[in-house]
């Protein structure tokens, strides 16, 4: 019997590719091993290798073929002896198990979260609307995803000021892990784009002392997971020399990389670290939902003489957004934003929550629930005062998190809520959160112990009484 | 930028030939042939796996590395403990865990070793003496120092195996562990699985010294290099390492020069080296091969007797397939269990 090959999932957030180029001719033999296609990712340009001796017999998805859907069949490989006749043979034989029940890492939230590329894929549509007072009326906008906005605020940085530098596992050469650094090295060579060894402690450290000299480092973490070796360093060091010097001795750096949960690598690769680093005075702690926000922000990072932790998420990366075209967009730290106006409710969120929080004021609408959504950006030092006028507003207020209750971000906003809008409020606080459990890896639990749309409007219309 | 990626020579240097081989009955060559075919084809089956998305999030595999796992695992006796990183699917058929409890687990499913709540880099059988499995590069090497700490404050001849890789090789908490371990003679043996890279990262951008067998030179650990290629001189080594360690000198490195074939994960391109030289590495050092072509010169089986094993192993993964692909998802209830031991 023929053998199909089929379209392969070649990363843990791939949904379609594209059909780079055959390297094999129908009618070549392959042997197991051999590479027969070329697949473009959104983050690379990957390899197929053939799973089976045989002959190629058919090429069944041309090259150039762009959005192939994974698990389409692309070509069909003969087995010894069979020859072309084989082909019309009704149906060949799909050497593939049947598809699990609940397919690999779909949790509703995330069907549109996969990470999308630049051309030659079809953008997704803008992901919220741009409601922000620091970008002028009229301002042209450039769609771009959130990976290309990070990549561009460093790089602008680094053109204004020589004392900035990236550092960091695979920044350089690899153009990155998750490839927010592409294009870095090329422009700014090796002495500015540096390749660290695994050793988080140390080069956390080493920043920290570079901007006690008066350097700007840009510090990437390839997840904030492994931020966890440098978490001594990050705090008693970066956040506390400051105040313990008397105000001698600032330390102006950036820690920045993807936060929270990425898809299916389960408990110790995906937590969101937005309460801990919000925790510690002397940080400053950002976590942007948009390509716009990054960019403005992060710049804005960069320029501040504080550390900043910046949280950015795998998922949201390939996302594209409108980004102003302006020579120097800089966001104020610290002011949060409304990103859809309301009356009847408050929902605040930020980064990846602001997915789940924007799906949910729609179906709201739908209810006639007219829900106000407030994107943090920052989290500390925290807009309470934004928070507290909409809140003044509403009478009702629902957080959103991926991170966990006890001690969470929500926790404190509700605080807050409690201290300066008491009187105004018509229901409890509602908290929309991550399970209180380490993150499973099987793709239901998964789904289950993050946040979703279904529960922020759960949440909505409870505190609404509806 | 780049250095030149290194030639052939330098990937599979200087021990090829060096030191003595153990030799292996026919058994403990059929035995090892076997176990490294199994762990390659089990390899081969979880990355088909992972392109229909049967498998998910990050899938580290060891195709090329196995004599390093079959090898050591042959001088440990019962009691003795096993650790190491994400790249773990090899070391835990070496331990004799079930393909298809492994298989299980890398799809999420019920049967898996921990119940799909920890898929690839993270699975356990304090049965089989796996401690995992664990996704935090370096963090196992104090958790297996430890390991050791109890065999010796119990006072049993047990020695732990603790594996990592030539990245890991350079984070902090490898040093302190070094150090506790040659302080209070514990009976730890580093194997440090030196496969030339960490992710993008060739061991020469990343290290000052490369011989990572010298790593323990200031804490007095002896240490030695070590054809990861050969299963014969990867054995001849842990035994002399283990007796070393069970006999209460204190720890020991191994270096083990070895090569990964595939990209670090399973979304990973690989640009940072050439196809030659894998090829070269593929076809000059593979240990499957290498073991096989020395049975059939030894005429310690013939053709058929391998073909046998060839089709029985095939027939054992694509079991492990089956049962992985048709186990159940775990209970939605199992979200909640395993936060607390009561
Ligand atoms: C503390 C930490 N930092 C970074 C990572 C991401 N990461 C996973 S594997 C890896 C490379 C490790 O290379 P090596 O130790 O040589 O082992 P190999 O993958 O070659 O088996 C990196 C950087 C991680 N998991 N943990
Ligand atoms: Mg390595």
């Known amino acids: ?466 | 930028m780049a250095a030149a990626p290194p030639s052939s020579a330098k990937i599979m240097p200087a021990t090829n030939g060096k030191g003595l081989p153990a030799t292996l009955s026919r058994e403990e060559e059929l035995a090892a042939y076997r176990m490294m075919l199994t762990i390659r084809r089990f390899e081969e089956k979880a990355g088909q796996m992972y392109g229909m998305g049967l498998i998910g999030g990050f899938c580290h595999l060891y195709i090329g590395q196995e004599a390093v796992v079959v090898g050591m695992q042959m001088v440990l006796k019962p009691g003795d403990q096993v650790i190491t990183g994400y790249r773990d699917h090899g070391h835990m058929i070496a331990c004799g865990m079930d393909p298809r409890g492994v298989m299980a687990e890398l799809a999420g499913r019920s049967h898996g070793y921990s119940k799909g709540k920890g898929g690839s880099m993270h699975m356990f059988s304090v049965e089989k003496g796996f401690y995992g499995g664990h996704g935090i590069v370096g963090a196992q090497v104090p958790i297996g120092t430890g390991l050791a700490f109890a065999n010796r404050y119990r006072g049993n001849d047990n020695i732990c195996v603790t594996y990592f890789g030539d990245g890991a090789a350079n984070q902090g908490q490898v040093y302190e562990s070094f150090n506790m371990a040659e302080l209070w003679k514990l009976p730890v043996v580093y194997v440090i699985e030196n496969n030339r890279y960490a992710m993008g990262t060739a061991i020469t951008r990343s290290s000052a010294e490369t011989n990572l067998s010298r790593r323990g030179l200031s804490f007095n650990i002896p240490g030695e290099q070590v054809d990861g290629m050969d299963v014969r001189a990867v054995k001849a080594a842990g035994e002399k390492a283990a007796a070393w360690c069970r006999a209460g000198n204190g720890p020991y490195i191994l270096e083990m020069l070895t090569y990964r074939y595939r990209g670090h994960s399973m979304s990973d391109p690989a640009k940072y080296r050439t196809r030659e030289e894998v090829d070269e590495v593929r076809t000059h050092h593979d240990p499957i091969d290498t073991a096989r072509r020395r049975i059939l010169e030894n005429r310690l089986a013939g053709e058929d007797e391998l073909k046998k094993i060839d089709s029985e192993v095939r027939e054992l993964i694509n079991e492990a397939s089956e049962f992985a692909t048709h186990d159940p998802e775990p209970d939605a209830a199992e979200l909640y269990t395993d936060v607390y031991r009561d």
């Open chain 1, 1 to 466: 019997m023929p053998i199909q090959v089929l379209m392969p999932a070649l990363s843990p957030t791939m949904e379609k590719g594209n059909l780079a180029k055959w390297l094999k001719k129908e009618g070549d033999a392959v042997k197991s091993g051999d590479v027969i296609a070329e697949i473009e990712t959104d983050k690379a340009t990957m390899e197929v290798e053939a799973a089976d001796d045989g002959t190629l017999g058919k090429i069944l998805v041309p090259e150039g073929s762009v959005d192939v859907a994974v698990n389409t069949p692309i070509a069909v490989i003969l087995n010894e002896g069979e020859d072309s006749s084989a082909l019309k043979a009704p149906k060949p034989q799909v050497q593939r198990p049947t598809p699990p029940p609940a397919p690999a890492a779909k949790s509703g939230a995330k069907d549109s979260a996969v990470a999308r590329p630049q051309a030659p894929f079809a953008a997704p549509a803008p992901m919220q609307p741009l409601l922000d007072p620091d970008i002028p009326e009229g301002t042209e906008m450039v769609t771009m995803t959130m990976r290309e906005a990070l990549r561009d605020a460093m790089a602008e940085e680094m053109r204004r000021d020589k004392d900035v530098f990236v550092m960091g596992e695979e920044v350089a050469e690899y153009q990155g892990a998750y490839k927010v650094t592409q294009g870095l090295l090329q422009e700014f060579g090796p002495q500015r784009v540096i390749d660290t060894p695994i050793t988080e402690h140390g080069f956390a450290g080493l920043g920290i002392g570079a901007a006690f000299a008066g350097l700007k480092p840009i510090v990437e973490f390839m997840t904030f997971n492994f931020a966890m070796q440098a978490m001594d360093q990050l705090i008693n060091s970066a956040a506390k020399t400051l105040y313990m010097s008397g105000g001698q001795m600032g330390c102006q750096i950036v820690f920045r990389g993807p936060n929270g949960a990425a898809a299916r690598v389960a408990a110790q690769h995906s937590q969101d670290y937005s309460a801990w680093y919000s925790h510690i005075p002397g940080l400053k702690v950002i976590a942007p939902s948009n390509a716009a926000d990054a960019k403005g922000l992060l710049k804005a990072a960069i320029r501040d003489p504080n550390p900043v932790i910046f949280l950015e998420n795998e998922i949201l990366y390939g996302r594209s957004s409108p980004v102003p075209k302006i020579d120097d967009f800089v966001l104020p730290i610290g002011k949060a934003k409304i990103a859809r106006p309301g009356n009847d409710v408050t929902i605040i969120a930020w980064s990846m929550g602001m997915t789940y929080a924007l799906k949910a004021a729609e179906e709201l609408a739908g209810m006639g629930i007219d829900a106000e959504i407030i994107d943090l950006r920052t989290l500390r030092p925290m807009d309470t005062a934004t928070i507290v006028a909409s809140v003044q507003k509403t009478g009702r207020a629902v957080t959103v998190e991926e991170g966990w209750q006890q001690c969470g971000v929500g926790a404190e906003i509700a605080a807050r809520i409690m201290e300066h809008a008491f009187d105004y409020l018509d229901a409890p606080v509602a908290r929309v959160s991550g399970k209180d459990v380490p993150m499973p890896y099987a793709a239901n639990l998964e789904k289950l112990a993050l946040p979703s749309v279904a529960e922020v409007v759960e949440a909505a219309k409870a505190v609404c009484y509806r």
